[in-house]
């Protein structure tokens, strides 16, 4: 039988990759992708802990995460794309015009 | 038994396409992956009985944002292979194992549960397309207006910060490259 933890540990395990893919990239894209990676591997533990639970503010909490993500990849890839403008890549590395 | 069968299934296919999002790297790959992954957790939903959040999963992610990256993958070039130097990889993958092996220890860790009531349960006798519409627009009326003015003002934001000189070309050095390129053999 499928219980809570094993829900709880692939939402660990994803979110875990999606760690090491933003510890990891130097492309802002594919941090991006991780960070998308993060916050599916929330999404999995919120509906898993409302299902166990039967309790419904998991999958609310779930709804605002997807709602967070939806405007964060909207303003996100704007500033993409003017950063692309702006440099002509997308490195991370790029970014570092302050450094002292 | 099925349930286990999908749940394995699933597990396995979403755990190996985000390792392919996150390793590979073309963007495009990337991207494809990251879009099959969210279909197949919009299969956890599904198993879970979250009928209306999985189908929320396809349209919302698999559909508007995997799109939103497509269209903006046309401003990059993507189909060249990312050039990323990584100084230390070592220190970076056992980090990043220490901070995996920390998180399953806390989910697996025994969770004290007794105390934990369900503030608004499932309702009996409706469908879950039914008591999500029936919790989200009384218990959590004022976050989801606050999240439509939030979803509003990234709107906004995108095409004020997208559309700045949209009719520059972005890859206009690579054009003249291209054309000098051009105009060369056109000499010889």
């Keep these: 039988m499928i219980g809570l933890n094993h829900y709880l540990i692939l939402s660990g395990l994803l979110f875990a990759i999606g760690l090491v893919g933003v510890v990891r990239r130097k492309n802002l894209l594919m941090l991006f992708f991780a960070t998308e990676v993060m916050l599916n591997a929330a999404n999995i533990a919120f509906a898993a802990t ?51 | 038994m099925y349930e286990q069968i999908a749940f394995y299934l699933f597990s396995v296919l979403t755990i190996g396409l985000f390792l392919v999002t996150v390793l590979s790297k073309n963007i495009l790959y990337s991207m494809t992956s990251l879009a099959a992954g969210m279909v197949m957790i919009s299969g956890f939903f599904f198993i879970l009985g979250a009928d209306f ?6 349209i919302v992610y698999v559909g508007a944002v995997m799109a939103l990256y497509a269209f903006a993958m046309m401003f990059f070039d993507a189909s060249r292979d990312v050039k990323e130097k990584n100084a230390n990889g070592a220190w970076v993958f056992l ?8 998180l399953v220890i806390v989910f697996s860790a025994p969770i004290y549960s007794e105390n934990i009531q369900a503030i608004y349960p499932s309702i009996p006798g409706a469908t879950n397309p039914q008591s999500v519409g029936l919790v989200l627009f009384t218990k959590y009326l004022i976050p989801f207006e606050v999240a439509a003015v939030m979803l509003l003002v990234a709107m906004i934001a995108g095409i004020i910060l997208a559309g700045k000189k949209m009719d520059q070309s972005l890859t206009t050095e690579d054009d003249s490259v291209a054309t000098e390129v051009i105009s060369q053999e056109d000499e010889k």
Excluded at chain 1, 77 to 92: A, E, F, N, Q, R
């Design chain 1, 50 to 100: 409302s299902h166990y639970y039967g309790d419904l503010t998991g999958q609310m909490f779930a709804f605002f995460i997807v709602a967070v993500a939806a405007s964060e990849v909207a303003v996100g890839l704007g500033l993409l794309i003017v950063l692309y403008k702006k440099h002509g890549s997308l490195d991370l590395d790029g970014l570092s015009t302050m450094k002292g």
């Design chain 2, 53 to 58: 959040l999985g189908v929320v999963q396809l």
């Design chain 2, 95 to 102: 980090l990043g194992g220490m901070i995996a092996l920390m």
